[in-house]
């Protein structure tokens, strides 16, 4: 009985002394990837990624806008088409379906492969910003926002974070 109540006494002794060391813990989260999408760096590698591909995007859109008027006028038609007409209109948006589903896909791998070569390095950038709003703030911990059910707006410092890259980016 005596053991026991020691045991309980320890564990109350222990839970009172890591709450009072959690109220002195400094803790903030951030938003990496908004943290990074925000940056002025990150504004004019989209841009240029998109000036690079704004060919294949055009091209893209053409398909669709070329398919939605092959499927308007098969509606519109419907009744006086033969059945030859409606089997090859049918085809002919098969074909525009495929053909936009690969060469999307193909954009998409293309556009993800050129912003992976213009974002590398960011991570390192990442963590020198975090490591200076550290040392410059005495945070404790530093977590993912991503990771927590709910954040409040006075431990989110994902604009601190975006400042620090983009000054981090300025020529000294």
């Known amino acids: 009985m005596r053991r026991s109540i020691l045991t309980?006494?320890?564990?109350?002794?222990?839970?009172?002394?890591?709450?009072?060391?959690?109220?002195?813990?400094?803790?903030?989260?951030?938003?990496?990837?908004?943290?990074?999408?925000?940056?002025?760096?990150?504004?004019?590698?989209?841009?240029?990624?998109?000036?690079?591909?704004?060919?294949?995007?055009?091209?893209?859109?053409q398909i669709s806008t070329d398919a939605a008027a092959l499927m308007q006028r098969a509606q519109k038609d419907e009744e006086v088409m033969s059945a030859d007409e409606k089997a090859r209109i049918s085809q002919e948006l098969t074909d525009k379906d495929e053909e936009f589903k690969f060469r999307g896909e193909r954009l998409q791998r293309q556009v993800n492969a050129r912003q992976g070569e213009l974002f590398g390095g960011m991570d390192v950038k990442l963590q020198k910003a975090i490591e200076a709003l550290v040392l410059s703030e005495d945070y404790d911990v530093i977590l993912p926002r991503n990771s927590a059910l709910y954040v409040g707006d006075l431990y989110d410092i994902t604009r601190k974070v975006t400042e620090k890259l983009n000054e981090m980016d300025k020529p000294q």
Do not use: G, H, P, W
């Open 8 to 61: 309980v006494a320890a564990s109350m002794l222990m839970m009172l002394l890591s709450q009072s060391a959690l109220a002195e813990v400094k803790l903030a989260f951030v938003d990496v990837q908004r943290a990074i999408l925000s940056t002025e760096e990150a504004k004019r590698i989209q841009a240029q990624v998109a000036e690079e591909f704004k060919d294949e995007q055009a091209e893209l859109r």
